[in-house]
Structures are given as structure tokens and as C-alpha cells.
């Protein structure tokens, strides 16, 4: 047996957490390449390095060992297979291993079978181990908590069984405790807990890559699996972190190797001494671990220290944010007696560390969110201690609230707690002056527009067509896209009854079905679902005997997790053979192109029908008693985008275009096509109707409308390309004054859109080039479901030094609001950021139509007006312009209107980043560099010189529509119309 244990140096507590990038090297690829220095990366990116830099850590120690990494995807660490994917080439040769599992269970279970793997067989040599045979394998799970939630039986056997001492065993769980993208909020630490895993709670990207290195070893040291619990705060954010390969050197002190042997021997007495090793030896391996690595650490501490406050993760950023704002900064905190503990390991609790940090203090704060987890822990280890603090953490000692037990907690919710015990109960005058003073954003009265922008599907989408049925129809909601039911038009998608866990879809019938009049239900369910659990919801059904039907959309994705290929996935041909096995009564599958899926082979028997029919079809199998399968054959419209991008799907030759002279307005073409790209437009004659081409996925499902002003047209080879602008050399613009980064607060940027625009790439752009000015930066994409073209919110922190401090900004706290959609940018929760003496609004009057202005011809855009009020009263100064417009005219396309906007903002003088720094950025993303370039420069012209951008619009050739622009060869069906 080997495993060397290396040096006893560089405990967590001692280490810098802070520096900055080298801008004149500057590389994306430095994220994972860059062995020492200032990198930035996402918390998704830290997670995948993590893994890579423990093993290189094991080699420089002599310790061969390979990595194992499965699990199953789901927000917040949805991207995190598929970075695995993009990075085979960094973690190939540290014998990384990654196998996406069929669902959460099996990946559990393939992790637990690698710490048996050097007790079961011979350890084989591989390409990068020079000849020599591994010594042992090192595994990691990932999901999100509720499928943490599913996995707890075989994550309680196998930490049962333990880890390998050469191994080592990792839980990455994803918590969404706003439940921005889940069924359910969500928190894991409880779960954990009643699993004995302990947990480790990162902060930010610095702490994954740190916690992520310690999770591994104490899980090798103690015995034990080990956890992150990776919040969607840290997860979906980014910020800079510093690397060494000497960062992370375990000190082991006197524990030695474990001496711990896993065994899957889970019968009789042995099930007796497991339980007992894992509570009496193996939990207290753990503790001793994070004390002699201090993963817990004091942040500041006095002997005349009167008062605590203890947090962990992301929790603690925000109370170090809610402390400055109170004004109680880094050197204020012993002056005011004021002591934090932040906590590194939440479970199990270390009591040496805690017995210090409450020595001498009266009061300890307690900020966590959910449930009184921590604070619990506390009472019961210092219970019957002399002289023991007063713990206060969910409630004031009346009973009433002090931080919510539901819900996420965020800056401004932690600042009022904190300012209530501090000002109120411990008479600290800043925090008094918080309560009732002009430091405290005023609530506003919100006004809210006629309109919202929700979540929709893509256009184009096969859920446009396969979730429609007939009106009054039971359905049930599934995960993923499916979902989105729950919010649309019952007309159009039925009266939904909501949804159940991955897994259930169509038993709930089971449950209702003896007892209601109505005698059949839809069950709607993807194919990525039906591989994870589904296919066992429906065998249940059949077994149930009841009248159900089920809705199997054929994709081949899993669009809402960023369009993976269903583990396990089956051909079309197959599935039909599955469910013809399940012995459900009768199979149709429907389709946008009927010829070819005849062609593929289908089960004799099984009738193929075109997409239009799926209203008949679907009342043709209500009639047949028992299960019955509709399985909808359609290609993901976003996957058909991004292939159609890099060259590999055919292209429709055809376009459509509408005749607006023709068009009624009658919105029948968006009410059958359900699609996003119909646009409703107001004109002087009425609403009336265009075709985005922008958007459009040539889907052509918008003609099934029976409406002459319809034309199909096929660009011929004399076409003319619309006239573009001619390039602008950024020499050509005058310098702005720019914004000031402040010296406490910093700069805070809050970016507006729509799901599926570029938002989140613009805020890394911006992002980035703060990091190229030489700044710190750290950034919040809140998007989860939203993605789909509902309301996208990005926020960008700038410093000149590093600050501990949260990604989200609080209320008040925004000083450039950067609104590429009005309609979001209106939205009072989104706005609230926004300081009427300070903020700066740089905001979008392109009209967008919603998912519902699309069906429904009585739902409005508000009035540009409207938007601009609400806008102007929550900031300082306003600038508003329209770079749909501006962008159509100058490039012939809508795709570059939001770095349109950054320049506005940049020659506004509200962007503290050089012009330079942002050009490099967009350079360094590498898309559409041109383009973006050229849109950024003129979003500039807009500003400096209006009337220069005016003139050069007049001279350019601009046909009518840019839908119908150059010279066409109509097509047969075209010059029929």
C-alpha cells in the first residue's frame, strides 16, 4: 500500500485569497493552464480544475492515482459535463476519467464501485503512468440536491462502505435554494448530514479550488465520502483566484494513512462495526483534519471582543458586504468589538475552533439560510458550558424573525438582520443610522407595466407543436422545457395539473383517476427524462390499468441543461421497440417531416403522421383504453441553430416573409406556430405581422396559418447582399471621461435582457476586460429557467483591489444599469438596484414581443413612456436608444444590438474599462469578433456624434423589410402567391 501524505505547511487559514491577473498575457485557456498566478474562472470551471489539480498534487507526491467523474446534470452545475467534455485534453493525462451516468443513483453508485476497485482487482498501468500500475482511484459525484435527494440510498451504502486510502470520495451538489431553476427550493446540508458526509461550503471559485483539493484528501484521510455544497450563487458566478502548485499541502499531523478498509459486505455483524467505525473513527478522522487545516478560520478577533457573527459560503460574503455597508469595514470591526467566525466545514461542527472564536464573546449571530442548521449545532455543543453566549440566529429572542427560514437570503436581508442586532440590540450608532437613515434606500412604490416577460419556448421548437391538445384536456407537466406549460395559455396547452420529481410523470393519474369523473390524462415527458427514470413512470402505468397518454417528445437532447445527449439514448426505431415491449396499447409517432422517419426503420404497424395531425391524433388515442405513447419526432431548434452555425445541418433554401400590406393582424399564424419569431408589430394601419429572420429557426411552421400575406421566397443567385457600414476604426472616437471606480464600494453593473441573447457572454466580456484593466472582478448570472427567453439578469463587480465581497448587487447599490430590454429593465425587482442620485440607466426602446403578444392579439407591448418613467424615477440619468433598429439598418441583423448598447454606455462615460480592454475581450471570446467590434464602435458613434451615424443610415441601400431584401427568384409556391 502506498500513500505519502506530504508536508505538514500551508494550512487554508494561512493562505492569500487575492491577487491579480497579468493583463499583458492574458489567455482564456489560463483558467486551467496557468500553474501560479491570477486566473478567472466560473465556479462551473473551478469545479472541473479542482479535480485536475488534486491529481497533480498526488503525483508530485508520488502517488499514482486516476480520477473517476460521474453524475447527471441539472442546474446549478448543468454545464458541468459538458466543460468535463470541452477539456478532455487537460484532464486526459492526470487519467481523468468522466462518465456521464444514466441518472443520479447510477452515478453514485459507478463512484462507489471505484473505491472498491483496488480490492477487487489489479490496478492496471496507463499511457501517462510511464508503465507503472495506478495505486488508487479517486472518484466524484455531481448532481443537484434533489438529486442528492434521489441518490441518499446508495450514497448511504456506499459511505457506509467508505473510501479507499489511496482513493478518496467527493459529493458536488448544486443547491438552488431560490429555486431560480429547480421544482423545489432546495438546500443540501441536512441531507448530508443524516448521510455523515462532511460537508465543506465554498464561497466563491477560490474556495472550490482550495475546498475542492482538502474535500478529496480528508475523504482519503477520514475514510469517509466528503462534500461541496455548491451554491447556485457560486456556481453560476465567476470571479479571480490565485493558483500554486504549492497552494494546497494537507497537513496530516499524527493521522496517518486511514486505516479504514472499504467493504461491500453488507450483511449481518459487519453492517455493526461499519456503522460504528463510521461514527466512533472515522467522523472524528474528519474533524481532526479540518482543525489541523483550519479549514475554519477567525477572521478577526481582540480579547475585548463582545459580539460573533458566524456564516459560511456564500452567506459570508454577504455579511461582509452588509457590514461595510453599515459602516463597519475591516478596521472597524475590532474597534466595535465585533469578532467572525466563517466556517469552511459546516458538518461536522469543529469544537476547538468554536470554542475559541466564543471565548469572551456575549452574543453570537448566527446567518444562514433555511433552516437553523448551524445554530442548532452551536447550542448543542456549547449546552451547559459556563458563561455561554446568547446564539441567535433564525429569531430575535421574542420569537420574531431575524434572517428568513425560507427562501435565499441576499445582501439586503442580511443588512436589515444584522442592523437590528446591532443597532437596536447592541447600540452600535452606524448600524442605527442604517435603520432610519440616508444610507437605506427608500422602498419604492412599484408600478407595474401591463406586460412581463416570461420564460417561453425557443422559436421553432418542437414543444411549439407537441404540447398543444384540445381544450379542457388533463395534462401533466414534465421537467425541463416541458414546464414551461405551467405558465402558458390553458387554451393552448390544456388544464395542466402541474409536475411531479423526475420519474413520476403519470403516476399521479394513478392516484386520481379512481376518483374524478374525467376519465383520461396526457403525461407530457422528454426523451432525456424518459432514459433518467421515466420509462419506470410508464411501466407503472401500464401496470396501473389506467387511461393515460403519453407525450414523448424525441429531440435527442437535453435542451434545458444545455443540450446534452441523453445518456443511454436510444434510435427512434428503438424507443418504438421499448414501449411496444412495456405493452402499451398502441404507438403513433408524429413528425415535421413524415418521409423521413418512415424511413428509418419503424416497427411494422406503427403509424407515422405529419405534426398538423396532432390534435387528432391525440384524440384518437384518448379514445383507446390503457397507455397509449404519441412520440413527437423533431429536432431540438436550438441544437439546429448551433450546428447550422459551425456547418454541420442542412440549411432550408426558402424564407418566409410576410406582406404587411396583406397582413390582417389577425395573429392566427403565432397562435398555431406558438413561435417567438412572430412578431406582432403596431403600425399606423393597426397590428400587423413580420417574420424576425434574426431569430427565426426556418422552421416554417407559421404557414400553417391560412393567410394570403404569407410568402415563401428563395434567394437566387443574383441576390444583393443589404448593405452593411462600412468599417470604423476606433481612432475615429473621441475618448469619454469615464466612469470612477469607488475606493470601498467599487462598480456595480447590472445587465438586463432576454434569455438566449448574449446577456451572460456581454457581462463576461465586460468582465474580462476589467480583469485586462488590471481590476478584480467577480460576476452573478441569474438565469436558470429564464434561459429560454424569459428575463436574464447578469451583474458585474469591479474593484481596483480585491474585496471579499458578494457577486449579486443590493439594493441602491447599481451604478450602471445596462438594459438591452425595456421590458425587463422595467421590472421593479430587477430595478431596485437602481440608485435615484447615483445610477446611471443606458436602456434599450427596441420592442421585443413576449411568448403571450404572440397568441394573443389583446396583449400589448406598454408604451416606450411607460418604461422610461419607471426607469427614470429609480435613477439618476437616462439614455435611451434603439439598437434593434440601429443594427438592422448598419448590419443588416439584430445579433450584435447588445455590444451596441455597451458602447452607448462606454461613450456615455458610465463604463470604468478602457475601450482597448473591451475590443481585447471580445477578440479573446473569439465570436463574430468583427462584427461585435464594429457594433461596439458604433454603439459609440451613437452618442459622440449622432448625427455622423444619422448621415451614414441615409446613404445606406436599405430595401423595404430587411426580411425581403435584395433581388429574389421566387420560388414555384411564391409566385403562386
Not at 427562501?407 to 448600524?431: F, K, M, N, P, Y
Not at 467577480?778 to 480585491?802: E, F, Y
Amino acid at each position: 500500500m502506498t500513500s505519502l501524505l506530504g508536508p505538514s505547511s500551508g494550512t487554508h487559514n494561512d493562505l492569500p485569497r487575492f491577487g491579480r491577473a497579468d493583463a499583458g498575457s492574458f489567455s482564456l485557456s489560463d483558467r486551467y493552464t496557468r500553474e501560479s498566478g491570477t486566473i478567472y474562472l466560473t465556479g462551473i470551471q473551478a469545479l472541473v480544475r479542482t479535480v485536475r489539480d488534486r491529481a497533480r498534487l498526488d503525483r508530485r507526491q508520488n502517488l499514482l492515482t486516476a480520477s473517476l467523474v460521474s453524475g447527471y446534470e441539472g442546474s446549478p452545475l448543468a454545464g458541468y459535463d459538458l466543460e468535463l467534455a470541452r477539456r478532455a485534453e487537460f484532464l486526459d493525462p492526470f487519467d481523468i476519467v468522466h462518465r456521464p451516468a444514466l441518472n443520479e443513483e447510477a452515478g453514485a453508485t459507478a463512484v462507489m464501485g471505484s473505491q472498491l476497485a483496488r480490492r477487487t482487482g489489479t490496478l492496471r498501468a496507463t499511457a501517462h503512468t510511464r508503465g507503472a500500475p495506478l495505486q488508487g482511484v479517486v472518484g466524484y459525484w455531481y448532481g443537484k440536491a434533489p438529486g442528492l435527494d434521489r441518490a441518499t440510498d446508495a450514497l448511504r451504502h456506499a459511505n457506509l462502505i467508505g473510501t479507499d486510502p489511496n482513493g478518496g470520495a467527493v459529493v458536488m451538489v448544486g443547491d438552488d435554494p431560490g429555486a431560480k431553476s429547480s421544482t423545489v427550493p432546495c438546500a443540501s446540508e441536512l441531507a448530508l448530514a443524516d448521510l455523515y458526509i462532511p460537508t465543506l461550503y465554498p464561497a466563491d471559485s477560490q474556495d472550490v479550488l482550495d475546498f475542492g483539493v482538502h474535500a478529496a484528501i480528508l475523504s482519503r484521510v477520514s475514510g469517509l465520502w466528503s462534500a461541496l455544497k455548491i451554491s447556485a450563487h457560486v456556481a453560476d458566478a465567476s470571479s479571480t483566484a490565485l493558483v500554486d502548485p504549492d497552494r494546497i499541502l494537507p497537513v496530516y499531523g499524527d493521522l496517518g494513512t486511514s486505516p479504514h478498509v472499504p467493504s461491500g459486505h453488507l450483511l449481518g455483524s459487519n453492517l455493526m462495526e461499519l456503522e460504528q467505525n463510521q461514527l466512533t473513527i472515522r467522523l472524528p478522522r474528519a474533524l481532526e483534519y479540518a482543525r489541523l487545516n483550519r479549514l475554519n478560520r477567525i477572521v478577526q478577533s481582540t480579547a475585548d471582543d463582545r459580539i460573533g457573527i458566524v456564516a459560511a459560503g456564500k452567506t459570508y460574503l454577504d455579511v461582509r458586504e452588509s457590514l461595510r455597508r453599515l459602516g463597519i469595514g475591516d478596521d472597524e470591526l475590532g474597534r466595535r468589538g465585533i469578532r467572525i467566525l466563517k466556517l469552511g466545514m459546516i458538518y461536522p461542527l469543529e469544537r476547538t475552533i468554536l470554542d475559541e472564536f466564543m471565548s469572551g464573546l456575549d452574543e453570537v449571530i448566527v446567518v444562514e439560510e433555511k433552516r437553523d442548521f448551524i445554530e442548532t449545532m452551536i447550542r448543542d455543543i456549547q449546552f451547559r458550558k459556563p458563561g455561554v453566549a446568547n446564539v441567535v440566529g433564525k429569531a430575535h429572542e421574542d420569537g420574531s424573525t431575524l434572517f428568513s427560514r425560507f427562501g435565499e437570503l441576499d445582501v439586503d436581508s442580511v443588512t436589515r438582520g444584522l442592523a437590528q442586532r446591532l443597532g437596536t440590540v447592541h447600540g452600535i450608532a452606524s448600524a442605527s443610522a442604517w435603520l432610519d437613515g440616508p444610507g437605506r434606500v427608500r422602498t419604492r412604490i412599484a408600478l407595474p407595466l401591463a406586460a412581463s416577460r416570461t420564460p417561453y419556448f425557443c422559436s421553432g421548437c418542437p414543444h411549439n407543436s407537441s404540447t398543444k391538445v384540445a381544450d379542457g384536456t388533463l395534462v401533466g407537466g414534465g421537467i425541463g422545457c416541458h414546464a414551461m406549460v405551467l405558465m402558458m395559455d390553458e387554451q393552448q396547452v390544456g388544464h395542466v395539473t402541474g409536475v411531479t420529481q423526475m420519474g413520476g410523470e403519470g403516476i399521479q393519474w394513478t392516484g386520481m383517476a379512481p376518483f374524478l369523473d374525467e376519465r383520461h390524462m396526457v403525461q407530457n415527458v422528454g426523451d432525456g427524462t424518459f432514459m433518467h427514470s421515466g420509462s419506470l413512470a410508464l411501466r407503472a402505468a401500464v401496470a396501473s390499468g389506467d387511461n393515460i397518454t403519453y407525450k414523448l417528445l424525441y429531440n435527442g437532447t437535453v435542451a434545458m441543461t444545455g443540450g446534452q445527449d441523453p445518456v443511454g439514448e436510444m434510435s427512434l426505431p428503438e424507443i418504438v421497440r421499448l414501449l411496444q415491449a412495456e405493452k402499451v396499447a398502441k404507438i403513433v409517432v408524429t413528425t415535421d417531416d413524415v418521409k423521413a422517419t418512415r424511413a428509418r426503420g419503424l416497427p411494422r404497424g406503427v403509424e407515422v403522421r405529419d405534426r398538423t395531425e396532432t390534435l387528432e391524433v391525440q384524440q384518437e388515442l384518448a379514445a383507446v383504453p390503457g397507455v397509449t405513447v404519441l412520440v413527437h419526432d423533431q429536432y431540438c431548434a436550438a441544437e439546429k441553430r448551433r450546428h447550422r452555425k459551425r456547418g454541420d445541418y442542412p440549411t432550408p433554401e426558402q424564407r418566409v416573409v410576410i406582406n404587411e400590406r396583406i397582413c390582417e393582424g389577425c395573429g392566427d399564424c403565432g397562435k398555431k406556430s406558438n413561435c417567438l419569431s412572430v412578431h406582432p408589430v403596431d403600425t399606423e394601419f393597426g397590428r400587423k405581422t413580420q417574420i424576425d429572420q434574426s431569430t427565426c429557426n426556418l422552421d416554417f411552421s407559421c404557414l400553417q396559418g391560412d393567410c394570403p400575406a404569407f410568402v415563401t421566397v428563395v434567394p437566387g443567385a443574383r441576390t444583393e447582399r443589404v448593405a452593411t457600414a462600412p468599417s470604423l476604426d476606433a481612432a475615429e472616437l473621441p475618448e469619454p471621461e469615464r466612469a470612477d471606480i469607488d475606493a470601498e464600494r467599487g462598480f456595480s453593473l447590472r445587465l438586463t435582457g432576454i434569455g438566449g441573447t448574449g446577456i451572460v457572454t456581454v457581462s463576461a466580456v465586460l468582465a474580462t476586460a476589467a480583469v485586462l484593466d488590471g481590476n478584480s472582478a467577480r460576476t452573478l448570472d441569474m438565469t436558470g429557467l429564464a434561459q429560454k427567453g424569459g428575463a436574464v439578469v447578469s451583474d458585474v463587480r469591479v474593484s481596483r483591489t480585491p474585496v471579499e465581497q458578494p457577486p449579486k448587487i443590493g439594493a441602491g447599490d447599481c451604478d450602471l444599469y445596462l438594459c438591452c430590454d425595456g421590458l425587463v429593465g422595467a421590472d421593479d425587482k430587477h430595478l431596485k438596484v437602481a440608485h435615484p442620485d447615483r445610477t446611471t440607466a443606458v436602456v434599450s426602446t427596441t420592442r421585443i414581443p413576449t411568448g403571450k403578444m404572440v397568441i394573443d392579439t389583446s396583449e400589448h407591448y406598454p408604451a416606450t413612456s411607460d418604461i422610461q418613467a419607471a426607469i427614470d424615477r429609480a435613477s439618476a440619468r437616462g439614455i435611451y436608444l434603439d439598437p434593434g433598429e440601429l443594427t438592422e439598418k448598419l448590419f443588416g441583423s439584430t445579433q450584435t444590438a447588445n455590444m451596441f448598447m455597451v458602447g452607448a454606455a462606454y461613450q456615455s462615460g458610465a463604463l470604468p474599462i478602457s475601450a482597448e480592454s473591451i475590443e481585447r475581450a471580445v477578440e479573446l471570446n473569439g465570436v463574430a469578433v468583427e462584427s461585435n467590434l464594429q457594433a461596439f464602435r458604433r454603439g459609440r458613434q451613437a452618442v459622440a456624434d449622432p448625427q455622423a451615424l444619422s448621415a451614414l443610415l441615409d446613404t445606406l441601400h436599405r430595401p423595404a423589410t430587411a426580411a425581403t431584401s435584395g433581388a429574389y427568384e421566387p420560388s414555384p409556391a411564391a409566385a403562386r402567391a
